[in-house]
Each structure stands twice: as structure tokens, then as C-alpha cells.
């Protein structure tokens, strides 16, 4: 069966420090690889997704970007935190773009 | 306009009741509906999926879309305490995949 990884679970950072959250699958190939942040009260927002190896799409311009070294390793970074960077990050996958997704246990990001 | 709006509750029932969570949407392109349950600090995970009109019946879950009313539902019956958590309609041109677009939860509270 396919299970996703997701640490650390919780993180507090000072503001202009940098960031790198990390997301790994298993038991499956190739998978559309996806980060959201969950702000309290307003639902999912999608920051990236991936089709592939080094395939990054962003979906909301902002202080962070991602990678995909390895087919299944998705990686979410800053260089340089900000307080708005707080939030609950969510790493997913799906096997197609057309099929349901399924999420970590999200990182709980605090800048301070 | 919110493209999906979801009442974020909380919403206080007493064990073994009926419970309906609701959605609205305003893009008529969606075809496929998602409920996820996301318990405190933890990853949403999926419940149920439909695809257009109808209903969809999982144990003490159902799931109903009305299309022509851009309006879906889950319902819970007999709920326990253990259903507890926030519930994230969502919905998609595709299911999952890019653009899924994620309601703001509501917040369910089932007292023994």
C-alpha cells in the first residue's frame, strides 16, 4: 500500500531563517506530488504541484518554492522566513491528475 | 464570490443524531466532489467521492450532489464522538489533480 511521509511535524523558526520541509511516498511510482497551506478558516491553498522529476508548477507567487530531486521526494523551501510564512504545509499525492488525493500529517510552521 | 463556500460552523450535536454538512459552489465545470475528514493536527483524509448528480452511500456516510442547485451534502448518521473533527468538502474539473478547489471545513463536535 501507498503511505506519505511528512516532517517534521512541527517547526518554530525566526523570521529570516531558512526553510526546507520535506515529503516522501512509498509503494507507489511516479505520482503527482502537490504542497498546500492551510490557513485557519480558509480552507486549502494549493502552493505547487509536480508531474515529475524537476516538472514544478507554482500556483501562488510567494516567498517559497519547491523541489523534486527524486520521483517520489517533494520538497518545500524558503530562504528567508517570514511571519506570514506561518501555517499548517500539507504535502499530498495522487497517482493522476485525475484521480483523488491523499495528504501527510502537515508540518505546523511558526515564524517568530 | 468564493468559488466554493462551506459553513465553518462549529456545529454541536449530540450523539446518535443525524448530521448534514453542506456546500455550495459557482463554477458549473466541477464534475467530481470530495469530503475529507481532518482530525486536530493531523492531514485530511478522504471519506468520499462522487462524480456529477446523485448519491453515494459508505456505511454511516452518504454523499449527495445536486448540480442543477450547485449545492452537495454529507450526510452522518449515528454519529459518535469519535466523528469529532472538521469536515473539507472539495471539488475538481478532475478528481483531486491541479485544480481542486477546497472548501474552509466546518468544524463537527459530537458530545456523549
Known amino acids: 500500500s501507498q503511505t506519505i511521509h511528512q516532517w517534521p511535524a512541527t517547526l518554530v523558526q525566526p523570521v529570516g531563517s531558512p526553510l526546507s520541509l520535506e515529503c516522501t511516498v512509498e509503494g507507489t511510482s511516479n505520482p503527482n506530488l502537490y504542497w498546500y497551506r492551510q490557513a485557519a478558516g480558509r480552507g486549502l491553498q494549493l502552493l505547487f504541484y509536480?508531474?515529475?522529476?524537476?516538472?514544478i508548477s507554482s500556483e501562488v507567487p510567494q516567498n517559497l518554492s519547491a523541489s523534486r530531486p527524486q520521483d517520489r521526494q517533494f520538497i518545500l523551501s524558503s530562504k528567508k522566513l517570514l511571519l506570514s510564512d506561518s501555517g499548517f504545509y500539507l504535502c499530498?499525492?495522487?497517482?493522476?491528475?485525475?484521480?483523488?488525493?491523499?495528504f501527510g500529517q502537515g508540518t505546523r510552521l511558526t515564524v517568530v | 464570490q468564493k468559488e466554493v463556500e462551506q459553513d465553518p460552523g462549529p456545529l454541536s450535536v449530540p450523539e446518535g443524531a443525524i448530521v448534514s454538512l453542506n456546500c455550495t459552489y459557482s463554477?458549473?465545470?466541477?464534475?467530481?466532489f470530495m469530503w475529507y475528514r481532518q482530525y486536530s493536527r493531523k492531514g485530511p483524509e478522504l471519506l468520499m467521492y462522487?462524480?456529477?448528480?446523485g448519491n453515494k452511500e459508505d456505511g454511516r456516510f452518504t454523499a449527495q450532489v445536486d448540480k442543477s442547485s450547485k449545492y452537495i451534502s454529507l450526510f452522518i448518521r449515528d454519529s459518535q464522538p469519535s466523528d469529532s473533527a472538521t469536515y473539507l468538502c472539495a471539488m475538481s474539473q478532475n478528481t483531486g489533480g491541479f485544480k481542486t478547489i477546497f472548501g474552509a471545513g466546518t468544524r463537527l463536535f459530537v458530545k456523549a
Open positions: 509536480s508531474i515529475g522529476i524537476d516538472q
Open positions: 462522487t462524480y456529477s448528480s
Open positions: 499530498a499525492w495522487s497517482q493522476f491528475s485525475n484521480t483523488e488525493a491523499f
Open positions: 463554477n458549473s465545470a466541477f464534475q467530481y
